[in-house]
């Protein structure tokens, strides 16, 4: 039998390799971005009381009422808007869900989606299995920042939608206000969506403010903002997320939403509900991966690598110029196998094989976990 596939230049992620190396090593494993330390025992027992109590069967298809109405709470008291939390907020199986959602609900044959790199890996497969085109824009670097001017040049009269990403995986940058007025410059009086993927919405440091485009009136009705439990409250392994954006949206995500999964795991969907009504649940998150990440600077700007800020996201980019001339992928390879360090070469966040000798680091770690990751970079 012939199977033709529909991703062709698809293989199993870097993140996978990694991961794997990291355990056939040994190493101390900085590559994938999921937290080595335990969840809340009060979230765990949350969802063993609504096990108990019998809600164990399909939740609305939407997301259960208590979720949805929590959500928005929290969207309306951070972002200054209030949704309609029948119409207008959708529990998700992940972020990533939300997204091949909301990119199979609106791409069509040749339509072009603005994304911009280093993007992370889940919206261009989806832009292409719905028979669209990915239009990359290069964010510049050593600061990862927008050309807006690029991104003014790159639209057409195919544009469909533009991918933003902040705080930024993996480069940890965060968007400006400004950014967002370019945004709605450049959109104003087009059909283009915006999908704005904010799944560390609250992982952001020092006087940095997350730039929601929930917060952008002018941008509302076009836009979709997308979040992660998983990351909000170190429990990737749940998958559970939402979209939220204008009910004229919303309702054509909601279409393609009820054949993908119909509905997300209820008890969980229930004790996120009350958990995430205590505020401090989230808000303390920033302060928390603040630490993480100072701990790991203070090895990290004593070795022979150059550090690249990271304003938010739990992940820190390390240039390693200084060190050798080999190109990323060889290089984490290679700490991974003599160092027993596993990182991310950021070349695989690109379209093409830029080689800016980066590597990401993933400090969603116990403290124990940073040090000896830190030890290991003063080696090197
Ligand atoms: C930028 C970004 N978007 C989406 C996701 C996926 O989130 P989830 O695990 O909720 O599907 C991730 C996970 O690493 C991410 O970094």
Request: net charge negative; glycine share 4%.
């Amino acid at each position: 039998m012939r199977i033709q596939s529909k991703l062709p230049s698809v293989g199993t992620t870097i993140f996978t390799k990694m991961s794997a190396l990291a355990n056939q090593y040994d190493a101390v494993n900085l590559s994938q971005g999921f937290p080595d330390f335990e969840v809340d025992s009060e979230l765990i027992e949350l969802v063993q009381s609504h096990m108990r109590k019998g809600n164990n069967q399909y939740a609305p298809m939407t997301g259960a009422p208590a979720l949805r109405n929590a959500i928005g709470s929290k969207i309306a008291k951070l972002y200054n808007v209030n949704l309609d939390c029948d119409e207008e907020i959708v529990v998700t199986a992940g972020a990533t869900q939300a997204i091949f959602t909301a990119i199979s609900a609106f791409v069509k044959k040749d339509d072009e989606v603005i994304v911009f790199t280093p993007a992370y890996d889940c919206y261009d497969p989806a832009i292409e299995l719905n028979g669209g085109r990915t239009v990359f824009v290069k964010l510049k670097s050593p600061d990862y920042t927008i050309d807006w001017m690029e991104v003014k040049n790159k639209v057409s009269d195919k544009t469909r939608m533009i991918i933003l990403n902040t705080p930024h995986n993996p480069t940890g940058s965060v968007y400006k206000e400004s950014d967002f007025t370019e945004l709605s410059e450049i959109t104003k009086g087009t059909d283009i969506i915006v999908l704005s993927d904010e799944v560390y919405e609250h992982i952001i440091f020092e006087e940095n403010m997350h730039q929601s485009v929930l917060r952008f009136s002018d941008l509302f009705d076009r836009s979709l903002v997308v979040a992660s439990f998983g990351k909000t409250f170190h429990v990737t392994g749940w998958k559970l997320g939402y979209i939220a954006g204008p009910k004229s949206l919303m309702t054509e995500f909601t279409k393609v939403h009820q054949f993908n999964v119909f509905c997300c795991n209820h008890p969980m969907q229930l004790a996120i509900a009350e958990y995430i009504s205590k505020e401090e649940n989230y808000e303390r998150l920033g302060g928390f991966y603040e630490e993480k990440r100072d701990l790991f600077l203070q090895a990290a700007s004593q070795s022979r690598f150059s550090v690249r800020p990271s304003m938010g996201t739990y992940f820190q980019l390390l240039d390693y110029s200084r060190i050798t001339d080999e190109n990323d992928v060889d290089f984490a390879i290679r700490l991974t196998k003599e160092f027993q360090l596993a990182s991310i070469p950021v070349s695989v966040f690109y379209n093409d094989p830029e080689q800016d000798k980066v590597l990401r680091f993933c400090f969603a770690k116990k403290d124990s976990t940073i040090e000896k990751a830190g030890e290991i970079l003063l080696k090197i």
